[in-house]
């Protein structure tokens, strides 16, 4: 279990819900979401940053404050919910508007009674995909993930023999993604019960989650022109938390061989607030390998990556069944896990490499971390590892047992940093619930 | 060598060199692209329908003619440059728009002059990329191609047990995709050269093209919900040429266990004319298999499917090098291929499967067939072929050789539709020359 995290005390907000212990979003996070006010027939998608339990709604700011005017165009993007401009704008504007936004929500502004009127609960918005994502890699580097599941296919070698040379990935579907609260329709495929028999189609058996991280990416490429080692942190924008819904019956046959298609294409869930790299500044560590003396090729290694590549992020994976609900009884927590020591590769290593042939990315651009298992058996990122590839049923407190998901189920994932010079941050919930096939 | 087909003879346009034989481009073509004007340095992205070696500017037609008013609002998508939204009208309009065009172009039109005015020569335009791609997906559906690399890995089993019963695809990367026209840049990248030496990072030395059709989709379905193999076909727009850019060296090392990333995701480039499902209508012809015993799961087979499922399309390679250019050679005839022989599944039956499990297809979702290889060794789709893995150069009539491609080389894909009850119509090209890595 993770232990009990000291903090910092937050600065503090006239906003009193992000002063609240525990709080996912107080003035020091600020994380920027798309969403649409219930009431609105149009769903027309709206800007906002989360603080507390509210949302600063940036059209209604614009409508009651000016805009200071080094970052007025800029600031016009957001009004218009062009997310994906705006994560490509400069740091140093980002910054600006950054510290502009904390001043607006600081316990002492004298003019937070005005601003109130730009707020609004979250409880009244439909939150969306927080930007558009042309195009989605999923990444490979959990190395506890890759060997848990690679002991279950070959025993004797888990790791294929390029993982601790390049961040072994895949191009993911980018039309399938979709924001925390809605369904997860469960797939319908092929599979087959045993070799040699023929493949028959049905609705998944075996379907499972993956707790991942998202990194957005900030800006683009020239298409032909690698981002080095030493530049691919501009690239970077910020992080959500991701699912990686998974049918692994249906991967289990059709994976052969050019990698995993409709196993999952069906549906990738994100949560919708991204925690921007400002705020996930204060949580920066250090390359931690179990291996050290692992070379590593110069375009994915220099020293800044080495000393201050990783952040430390806790994770957590909560499961309740309709039956666990109807009596009243909370999530279950299947796993807690952490980010850095799970991960093998760092966000500038994903980015050089995935660039590093000359491939482009785009403003708005999500990649996968992987699924990010801890290094113990009972902190494994998916149900596949926890029921030991189905043949160790986990029990819950309902009495009932899973080894996967069943119609019902809600996947309930959450993350946050915190350690005890950093004022803790939270990246909201990715909460999904599996409903049967059409 | 792929004969001489005899055709029918066009019904003729007074654009004089649509009537010339061979032409790509006749009156019964039609295909829709994207360009701008050399002229404009805003580069502002039109569309038009080519003819002969003109094309019919539909912002000039739009000021020159009166739109008929059951598809003025349709025709207004394409001259405000929106071929996406085009796409996903319905076969209907679609119909009557061609039927439209058709009049218009016809050698009995006595608007003609007039009409003269909506055409650009196509050497007066740089080709864009025909639509926006959100997803690409890369199907292997080339069965001798399947069969002929699997031999190079796997002499005693070449295909994958799935071969027979899925279409195997992955993901592809859509931010890297390229009209014909542009250069191709070496990729750099991971490879080894010989099992237990570490890894090094070089431009890659085998660089190869792969011979595939695209096929754009027309519209979109609701995620959850499959697309049926006997409506499959409404979601079909058209098709152009595809070449899947491959650095087999990176591809070696990098695929374990999640399929081609880095090694393809530089750049696929595509012939820049969409050729219609109506243009390709005269072409279509039944499922061919050479296994008619194999069963067929009950979601990729229905009757019409099996009947006119396929489309008879005669592919070509060639090959020139800096050095033939200078010395006045033509291109090299590498391959001659044909879609309906090589293919072992139909469009339909790409449609169906990936929408099987809910994916959810998008109006101008580009899928690759894979590599069209013919049944015999000299029409093979890729230099991994025809070079039997590097190991028998092939001559060039300059006197040099390749097992993969130099830098300086060009590679040039046709396409063509062909018999004797039709009028032949071409695809246009794909051409690209490999540069040097920056």
């Given at each position: 279990?993770?232990k009990?995290?000291?903090?910092?005390?937050?600065?503090?907000?006239?906003?009193?819900?992000?002063?609240?212990?525990?709080?996912?979003?107080?003035?020091?996070?600020?994380?920027f979401?798309?969403?649409?006010l219930?009431?609105?027939?149009?769903?027309?998608?709206?800007i906002?940053i989360?603080?507390?339990?509210?949302?600063?709604?940036?059209?209604?700011?614009?409508?009651?404050?000016?805009?200071?005017?080094?970052?007025?165009?800029?600031?016009?993007?957001?009004?218009?919910?062009?997310?994906?401009?705006?994560?490509?704008t400069?740091?140093?504007?980002?910054?600006q508007?950054?510290s502009?936004?904390?001043?607006?929500?600081?316990?002492?502004?004298t003019l937070?009674?005005?601003?109130?009127?730009?707020?609004?609960?979250?409880?009244?918005?439909?939150?969306?995909?927080?930007?558009?994502?042309?195009?989605?890699?999923?990444?490979?580097?959990?190395?506890?993930h890759?060997?848990n599941?690679?002991?279950?296919?070959?025993?004797?070698?888990?790791?294929?023999?390029?993982?601790?040379?390049?961040?072994?990935?895949?191009?993911?579907?980018?039309s399938s993604?979709?924001?925390?609260?809605?369904?997860?329709?469960?797939?319908?495929?092929?599979?087959?019960?045993?070799?040699?028999?023929p493949?028959y189609?049905q609705?998944?058996?075996?379907?499972?989650?993956?707790?991942?991280?998202?990194?957005?990416?900030?800006?683009?490429?020239?298409?032909?022109?690698?981002?080095?080692?030493?530049?691919?942190?501009?690239?970077?924008?910020?992080?959500?938390?991701?699912?990686?819904?998974?049918?692994?019956?249906?991967?289990?046959?059709?994976?052969?061989?050019?990698?995993?298609?409709?196993?999952?294409?069906?549906?990738?869930s994100?949560?919708?607030?991204i925690?921007?790299k400002?705020a996930?500044?204060p949580?920066?560590?250090?390359?931690?390998?179990?291996?050290?003396?692992q070379?590593t090729?110069?375009?994915?290694?220099?020293?800044?990556?080495q000393?201050?590549?990783?952040?430390q992020?806790?994770?957590?994976?909560?499961?309740?069944t309709?039956e666990?609900q109807?009596a009243?009884?909370?999530p279950?927590?299947?796993?807690?896990?952490?980010?850095?020591g799970?991960?093998?590769?760092?966000?500038?290593q994903?980015?050089?490499?995935?660039?590093?042939?000359?491939?482009?990315?785009?403003?708005?651009?999500?990649?996968?971390?992987?699924?990010?298992?801890?290094?113990?058996?009972?902190s494994?990122?998916?149900?596949?590892?926890?029921?030991?590839?189905?043949?160790?049923?986990?029990?819950?407190?309902?009495?009932?047992?899973?080894?996967?998901?069943?119609?019902?189920?809600?996947?309930?994932?959450?993350?946050?940093?915190?350690?005890?010079?950093?004022?803790?941050?939270?990246?909201?919930?990715?909460?999904?619930?599996?409903?049967?096939?059409?």
């Open positions: 279990m993770i009990e995290h000291r903090a910092k005390k937050s600065r503090g907000s006239w906003v009193e819900s992000a002063n609240v212990e525990g709080c996912d979003f107080p003035i020091e996070n600020l994380p979401g798309k969403y649409y219930t009431a609105d027939v149009s769903k027309a998608g709206r906002g989360a603080i507390g339990d509210q949302i600063l709604d940036l059209i209604s700011l614009a409508s009651c404050i000016d805009t200071p005017s080094e970052f007025e165009s800029t600031f016009a993007l957001l009004v218009q919910g062009d997310m994906n401009t705006w994560m490509a400069p740091d140093s504007i980002q910054m508007f950054r502009w936004i904390t001043h607006l929500l600081e316990k002492e502004n937070h009674k005005q601003l109130a009127s730009a707020l609004l609960p979250q409880a009244s918005v439909v939150m969306l995909l927080p930007c558009k994502v042309g195009d989605y890699t999923d990444f490979y580097s959990g190395i506890h890759a060997t599941v690679g002991k279950m296919l070959r025993p004797d070698a888990p790791l294929s023999p390029n993982y601790h040379w390049l961040p072994v990935g895949y191009h993911g579907r980018s993604l979709i924001p925390s609260g809605l369904p997860v329709i469960r797939p319908r495929g092929q599979t087959r019960a045993s070799d040699g028999k493949p189609f609705a998944s058996r075996r379907l499972d989650y993956e707790l991942e991280l998202g990194v957005l990416i900030a800006k683009g490429n020239q298409l032909g022109t690698p981002i080095s080692i030493t530049q691919a942190e501009e690239y970077f924008f910020g992080m959500c938390i991701l699912n990686d819904w998974s049918a692994r019956d249906m991967q289990a046959w059709e994976a052969a061989p050019l990698g995993p298609f409709l196993a999952k294409s069906f549906a990738t994100i949560s919708p607030w925690i921007t400002a996930l500044a949580f920066r560590t250090a390359l931690q390998r179990s291996d050290p003396k070379a090729l110069p375009y994915l290694d220099c020293v800044n990556n000393a201050s590549g990783a952040i992020i806790y994770l957590e994976v909560l499961l309740q309709k666990m109807t009243g009884l909370a279950y927590l299947l796993t807690q896990s952490e980010y850095s799970a991960a093998y590769w760092t966000i500038a994903l980015i050089a490499h995935h660039t590093s042939n000359g491939c482009n990315v785009m403003a708005g651009d999500l990649f996968g971390t992987g699924t990010l298992s801890g290094p113990t058996p009972e494994a990122g998916s149900l596949l590892e926890l029921s030991q590839g189905g043949k160790a049923p986990i029990s819950l407190p309902s009495g009932q047992t899973r080894t996967f998901l069943e119609d019902g189920d809600t996947v309930i994932m959450n993350a946050f940093c915190a350690h005890e010079n950093a004022v803790r941050i939270g990246f909201g919930q990715c909460i999904n619930t599996v409903v049967a096939s059409h």
